[in-house]
């Protein structure tokens, strides 16, 4: 018989990846790390990641006011996940299973690792229907979203130095560009993986690197976990599995919020060799990109977080309805655009607007953060803005800076070259929404919405500007922003059981077979059902990372 190269086989060295391995090697077992890009690129799509996790109850809530629980988390998770279908039992015991993590061990568990979290707790996906005030039908019922203190890097840190530390010791061994293609399997029994040896690049971290083959390999171990990612780098397979009737037909253009290698073709390979993947047609993909202008991976698209002030628009000028708000409802705003066929949309704000409520998602685009530096992260509560922002309002192609409205919606004409716009529909929107945000009593939902939010200390210092006319002269200049939709994440994968054992199209486990991460759609193959909470992502990756590594080190004889 074969000797085997190690006991377990992780495939992917993204934030999963490394967590299952870690907890392989912490059992003793030996690892082998199967990689395709180079170990400049290790950590993969988290080192990117603005580090936001989702924690219920946690301390950083606690101190500025905000009362959760995992009741009211879990009514929330579910009411926003929206599970419907046969194939989401394992999602939703998954989910279950999640929330009670967040609720529980998990920022705990975090802390002792090292990581430490910006005291600010953010509203993410704050919910469409909470104009009143009262808990919204999804969404987060309050802020739940923990920036970490160096953003994805910050995340990934404990995890590498274990997988390093576990490396010097012997137990780990890395094996960078070496794409697999396929699983070994004998009578059942996946024993191993084959692939192609790839050229060596130094390409930096996040660009394209080379696909050009010159080897081949085969790998045996007892068990495999596959932590290769999702799909949302591949667009020909976004727009293969885009819910055309759920969504409406998926955008002409789309910009790609994730590097190339998030390229989904391992979990085909895999699906082709008999595992299940389920919920594949569910997605998150944002409608606030815009174009990156010093783009790091091809059709670079960055996310604008954005606060609940700025006016949005479609193509047309008109405002969108209710509950349409910035930073609302991710799917219900994607289906609104998408079904109605536009291209893009606009958010027509100023200078005060920009300054509070304009957050990038992405390590690179908060450098204070990312650099854990106190002293630039207190100039957000300063007049400037932010110098990621500023950037982008100087060299952003989808950016139009003008003092008066009129030369403003020309810009935005000049910008499209589609003459779509008439000045006169666009003030029509603008002194609608300034007559009600001019008003104390104003009752514009969405006004009711910046009034709620602001309740929050966290909110009101940097995140939603104080309710005022756009037209406000002294918060000037005006801003239009065209968005794109940018591809993201996968909510679907590879279905998986409470063990992150891979089954297969009858329901039963693949022998030797373990997914996590983004492949397996966080877990169990979906565990956000239709739409997430935020800073869901990478807590699922850790969470059913940890749970996969585990599972397989104990099945090892
Ligand atoms: C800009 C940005 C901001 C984000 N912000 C947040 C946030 O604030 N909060 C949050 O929760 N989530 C966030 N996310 C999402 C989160 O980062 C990802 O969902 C998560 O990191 C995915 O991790 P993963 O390990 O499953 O997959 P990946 O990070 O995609 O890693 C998979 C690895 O597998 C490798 N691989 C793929 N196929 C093969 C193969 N055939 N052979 C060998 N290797 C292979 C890839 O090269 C890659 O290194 C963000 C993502 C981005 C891009």
New binding site residues.
Partial sequence: MRTLDADVIV?????????AAAEVADAGKRVLL????GAQ??????????????FVDSPEQRRIGIRDSRELAMRDWMATAGFDRPEDHWPQRWAEAYVDFAAGEKREWLHALGLRWFPAVGWAERGGASATGSASASGNSVPR?H??WG??PG?LEPFVQRVRAHESAGRVRFLFR????ELSTRNGVVHG?R?DVLEASNAPRGTSSSRRVVGAFTLGAQAVIV????I??NHALVRRYWPAERLGPAPGFLLS???E???????Q?VNAAGASLINIDRMWHYTEGVHNWNPIWPNHG??ILPGPSSLWLDPAGRRLAFPHIPGADTLGALQHITTNGYPYTWFLLNRAIIKREFAL???E?NPDLTGKSIRLVLRRIGRAVQAPVQAFMDKGADFVVRRSLRELVDGMNALTGAGLLDYAVVEQSVTERDAQFANASGTDPQLTIVREARRYISERLIRVAKPAPILEPADGPLIAVRLNVLT???LGGLETDLDGRVLDASGQPMPGLYA?????G?GGGGLHGYRAL????????IFS?RIAGRAAAAAIT
């Fill in positions: 495939v992917g060295a993204g934030l999963a990846g490394l967590v199967v990689e395709q890009e690129s290790l950590g993969g799509q988290a080192f990117w990641s603005l580090g936001g996790l989702f979203f920036v970490t953003t994805g995340v070496h794409r697999v293609r993986v692939g932590t290769s990612g999702g949302g780098g919020g994730v590097p290698h998030v390229d989904g073709l391992l979990q390979a960055i996310r998602s992405g390590s685009q993201r994440k996968s996590a991460g983004e492949v397996a966080f935020e800073g869901t992502f990478l807590g699922g990756c990372g």
